[in-house]
């Protein structure tokens, strides 16, 4: 089993910045894709930003510019740098990874992402 922790959340003025982390622990043995998703109250949950092993990177359109997602193996940690937010930004913000020797979904508890004035 693997365990996800997100840390970094909180409240932000437009145009502010945040950080955001996720840590595996437990029977990591290899992650594959790392990423983020993000869902707001009434709406589905999307896929922010991921990047895989090999160091592609995608991204929400409505994100690109603003965030950057990057990945620390030796640490088995993700992160996700958010500039410039807005209140559209505003959300549960999730960290997925794909991980283990047969690859399995594992995802965090979330972490609360607040823009406003």
């Known amino acids: 089993q693997v365990q996800l922790v997100e840390s970094g959340g909180g409240l932000v003025q437009p145009g502010g910045s945040l950080r955001l982390s996720c840590a595996a622990s437990?029977?990591?043995?290899?992650?594959?894709?790392m990423g983020w998703y993000r869902q707001a109250p009434g709406k589905q949950r999307e896929l922010v930003a991921a990047?895989?092993?090999?160091?592609?990177?995608i991204y929400k359109d409505s994100v690109k510019g603003r965030f950057t997602i990057s990945r620390d193996d030796a640490k088995n940690m993700v992160y996700l740098q958010m500039n410039s937010l807005k209140p559209d930004d505003t959300a549960v913000y999730y960290c997925?990874?794909?991980?283990?020797?047969?690859?399995?979904?594992?995802w965090g508890q979330g972490t609360q992402v607040t823009v406003s004035s």
């Open positions: 437990g029977r990591v043995d290899r992650i594959y894709t």
């Open positions: 990047t895989t092993s090999g160091g592609s990177t």
């Open positions: 997925k990874m794909v991980a283990g020797r047969i690859p399995e979904n594992y």
